[in-house]
């Protein structure tokens, strides 16, 4: 009898006072409250990290990507991760990237062998991998409008491989926004 005595006091001794009931049910909320933020964390953002000897958007390495904000959300400006594909020798398929969208749909991009404009304003210099690439830098000149469901992306060196060497970037392709961290 002792032991089941003992038993039935056991759960009782957890709980003896309000107090203590309060601080148990504190802790398991704010226990769920963590664990509900590391979970939506987890499935809302990624870090993206720049491990190219010459980085593309100086001075930043470390991007925070939201996935949550896709192809709709982007405007002029914004920086944009996306996966590679169709770019080798630089990036394998699948690569995550991350560039400026110089060029939203409906703008007119312009690019000679010594400038690329997006409707009228100078966003970038040169064709400096043309070479690189064996390609005429004649054969990258182009006036036209970024089609619907595609972005024009440019790295802010004159050396980023970028929309001026592989054209446009369909939304399809596109993971989510970026922001630089450091």
């Known amino acids: 009898m002792r032991v089941r005595e003992r038993l039935i006091e056991r759960p009782r001794m957890l709980f003896r006072t309000g107090r203590a009931r309060w601080k148990t049910a504190l802790a398991g909320l704010i226990l769920l409250g963590l664990l509900a933020a590391l979970l939506y964390g987890?499935?809302?953002?990624?870090?993206?990290?720049?491990?190219?000897?010459?980085?593309?958007?100086?001075?930043?390495?470390?991007?925070l990507i939201d996935t949550w904000q896709g192809a709709a959300d982007i405007i002029?400006?914004?920086l944009v991760a996306f996966r590679a594909r169709g770019l080798a020798p630089y990036f394998r398929d699948g690569q995550l990237l991350i560039k400026r969208a110089a060029g939203v749909p409906g703008d007119w991009v312009t690019v000679d062998a010594g400038h690329t404009w997006i409707n009228g304003s100078r966003m970038a210099d040169g064709l400096a991998l043309a070479a690189t690439l064996k390609r005429d830098p004649a054969t990258l000149v182009?006036?036209?409008?970024?089609?619907?469901?595609?972005?024009?992306?440019?790295?802010?060196?004159?050396?980023?491989?970028?929309?001026?060497?592989?054209?446009?970037?369909?939304?399809?392709?596109?993971?989510?926004?970026?922001?630089?961290?450091?």
């Open 142 to 182: 182009r006036h036209e409008r970024v089609p619907v469901e595609h972005f024009w992306m440019l790295g802010e060196t004159p050396d980023s491989f970028d929309s001026r060497y592989w054209g446009f970037l369909p939304q399809s392709q596109v993971v989510g926004k970026a922001y630089a961290l450091f």
């Open 42 to 63: 987890q499935a809302r953002y990624r870090l993206g990290i720049d491990t190219q000897v010459r980085v593309s958007l100086a001075p930043y390495r470390v991007f």
């Open 76 to 78: 002029q400006g914004d």
